[in-house]
Antibody
Framework: QVHLVQSGAEVKQPGASVKLSCKTS????????ISWVRQAPGHGLEWMGC????????RFTQNFQGRVTLTTDTSTNTAYMELRSLRSDDTAVYYC???????????????WGQGSLVIVSS | DVVMTQSPLSLPVTLGQPASISCRSS???????????LSWFHQRPGQSPRRLIY???NRDSGVPDRFSGSGSGTDFTLKISRVEAEDVGFYYC?????????FGQGTKVEIK
């Protein structure tokens, strides 16, 4: 069975950084990629970017370009998302979801993590 | 960016009755491989989204057959043939054809 298990909730001050993890199991990690999607309280879903676990290529939306770093650790089948220069409007639940191995391929989003709540507050 | 517009945004339904959600894209969603990457997701309160339908009309494993997807080009529809209590929550369409991937605003389905 495919599982994506995310790290726990974080509370950060404005200007700080946060690094979330997404540990996968039940499939060959390097045969797929991981996308990150966030959902602000009471709002819809916003795709942030994706990373190929096959070759490490990344792709981001303009909203997050330069402020997000995506990485993977193929030894532990884990993906990471680091968001810098946090603002109050970054308060959201952040989800990881499975994607194709190529960042230029069409999206999959067939399996999702349980989400990680990030609260940005002074 | 491709704008995905869902309607209605709120859908009160009676148990056992059908329900339908529309999703329109601002551009045609046919990918270079000839497929149309339009998916539907269901999200219950406090839970992660769950993919129900992929490539317009293909049901994911374990999704009840009362759910069906249809459409082409820029107009797509999710139908529930007979609404059950567990179907409440938000439904989102998403296009995975044209970068960046984008979601509809969501439709809230609730029981009357």
């Amino acid at each position: 069975q495919v599982h994506l298990v995310q790290s726990g909730a974080e509370v950060k001050q404005p200007g700080a950084s946060v690094k979330l993890s997404c540990k996968t199991s039940g499939y060959t990690f390097t045969h797929y990629g991981i996308s990150w999607v966030r959902q602000a309280p009471g709002h819809g879903l916003e795709w942030m970017g994706c990373i190929s676990a096959y070759n490490g290529n990344t792709r981001f939306t303009q909203n997050f370009q330069g402020r997000v770093t995506l990485t993977t650790d193929t030894s532990t089948n884990t993906a990471y998302m680091e968001l810098r220069s946090l603002r109050s409007d970054d308060t959201a639940v952040y989800y990881c979801t499975r994607d194709p191995p190529s960042t230029t391929a069409a999206a999959m989003f067939d399996y999702w993590g349980q989400g990680s709540l990030v609260i940005v507050s002074s | 960016d491709v704008v995905m517009t869902q309607s209605p945004l709120s859908l009160p339904v009676t148990l056992g009755q059908p329900a339908s959600i529309s999703c329109r894209s601002s551009q045609r969603l046919v990918y270079s491989d000839g497929n149309t990457y339009l998916s539907w997701f269901h999200q219950r309160p406090g839970q992660s989204p769950r993919r129900l339908i992929y490539r317009v009309s293909n049901r994911d494993s374990g999704v009840p057959d009362r759910f069906s997807g249809s459409g082409s080009g820029t107009d797509f529809t999710l139908k529930i043939s007979r609404v059950e209590a567990e179907d409440v929550g938000f439904y989102y369409c998403m296009q995975g054809t044209l970068w960046p991937w984008t979601f509809g605003q969501g439709t809230k389905v609730e029981i009357k």
